[in-house]
């Protein structure tokens, strides 16, 4: 009876250490990250007691080498609290707070030489922000990705304010429509652009706009976008799971990387109010400092 309860004890303790949940400040959001038996990095978001994003998978594949998909355990966790004001060199405000909740995940894969990467997550009251970071390691160096597997699993076949995916363009009068009903080639189009590249039927650009059967906007974007190609989106219009896709080059690769480096921050807004996904500084507060000293 003794080893069972030890056995259960045991158990217990390892889906709690794979397994973490943090909210937003004043506990609006909630996220939590897990790893799954097979040990690929997974997340969901709820909006007070409403799922915004069910279990979603990421990951990243790399170019003649293993991914960075599964095979990870947990090797350590930091969290922390920040709560400062910054000035922005314009805008319509003179100060913005920066106020949310991190988590920190470095993730190792023990059968590839302990290889690791760390993805961290930025809860704020109005949003997530989250990344991958590559750390200085023996065992990467320099590296292509050549997808992004991101994953954005919503809760039903929610309204869409959207513009078909294109490698050229985003010079086109956004459709309104399911999930289920985007057609990237048949999307309201400005007939004068001559340069278009649609990617595929079911894929769109970033930002997209979502409302909710209940009324929930959720705006999914990218912030820092700094040497990494911009987002797309790709509808599995069938489970209404959306995938990051990449911009790639000439030849089909995504991104040329060196360790250190991180990507841009995958961004989603959240609000009962259409009004505060325009005023959300979340973008802003996610971007990199002004590097220029005296901007006046």
Not at 202 to 229: C, F, R, W
Request: proline share 4%; aromatic share 10%; with cysteine.
């Amino acid at each position: 009876m003794k080893k069972i309860l030890l056995c259960a004890l045991l158990a217990l303790l390892s889906v709690n250490i794979s397994a973490q949940t943090i909210q937003s400040p004043s506990g609006k959001l909630s996220l939590t990250f897990a790893l799954t038996s097979n040990g690929e990095p997974t997340y969901n978001l709820l909006f007070g007691n409403k799922p915004i994003i069910q279990t979603s998978k990421l990951g990243l594949e790399l170019k003649d080498a293993p991914a960075f998909m599964n095979g990870f355990s947990i090797s350590r966790i930091d969290s922390n609290l920040i709560d400062e004001t910054w000035e922005p060199v314009w805008g319509e405000l003179k100060t913005i707070r920066n106020h949310y909740r991190e988590l920190a995940i470095t993730l190792q894969q023990t059968a590839i030489g302990n290889r690791q990467l760390v993805i961290r997550f930025r809860v704020f009251d109005d949003g997530l922000g989250f990344r991958y970071e590559f750390p200085k390691q023996d065992q990467l160096n320099y590296f292509i990705v050549t997808n992004e597997n991101t994953e954005f699993h919503l809760t039903g076949d929610h309204k869409a304010f959207w513009i078909p995916g294109d490698y050229d363009t985003n010079e086109y009068s956004y459709s309104t429509t399911k999930l289920s009903e985007i057609n990237a080639f048949r999307g309201r189009s400005a007939n004068e652009i001559s340069t278009r590249t649609i990617i595929a039927e079911n894929a769109v650009q970033t930002p997209l706009m979502i409302k909710s059967t209940d009324g929930i906007y959720s705006n999914i974007h990218e912030a820092a976008l700094v040497n990494y190609p911009a987002m797309h989106l790709m509808i599995d219009k069938n489970n209404f799971k959306l995938t990051s896709h990449l911009v790639p080059s000439a030849v089909g690769d995504k991104a040329f990387l060196q360790t250190p480096f991180h990507t841009p921050w995958r961004t989603i807004v959240i609000s009962d109010k259409a009004t505060d996904i325009l005023a959300s500084k979340l973008i802003l507060n996610l971007n990199e400092p002004s590097k220029i000293a005296d901007a006046n």
